[in-house]
């Protein structure tokens, strides 16, 4: 519960495992970031970090120290969440790494053609706008009809807003 965060990126990311929510600040310890229930820039689709914690070793104020799991200790663990400290010292606990995807590309032959502004790109549009693309994805389009950049772009805004069932941004 003493590391930082910082030293578990530093450990796990060259392995391709990192915490799916980090302080921001790198001072800031596991233990310190569960009492606070600290969330990071991606709290809309990761929660805090609470949500990713398996278990964790609690020193009451008796001084016995308890394991407290989620779903066998809920009231005991939901208050240590965001509790400062109140319900007692964490001194151990198991967080949740979660894959770091590799970065991909996505070559994508007939980009100008009818399947794709019909099916293909509105469920790529869908996939990212779900956040369910990797962070660092390309998607890399060839077709045979000659396109610049803008027109490409306006012509696929018009394919987005006809055909998916997320309208564009």
Known sequence: ASTKATAVMDIFLPLGFAPPVV???GFATLGGGVANDVHGKNHHQAGSLGQHIEWLDLRLPSGE???IE???DEALFKTTLGGVG???VIERLC???ERVPDPSVVVLFGATGDLAHRK???AIYQLWRTNLLPHEFILLAIGRRPFDDDSFRAEIRTALE???RILPL
Do not use: F, K, Q
């Open 23 to 25: 302080p921001g600040t």
């Open 65 to 67: 120290v308890r394991r």
């Open 70 to 72: 989620p779903a066998r």
């Open 86 to 88: 109140l319900t007692g």
């Open 95 to 97: 967080l949740r790494l």
């Open 120 to 122: 293909v790109i509105p």
């Open 162 to 164: 006809t055909h998916s």
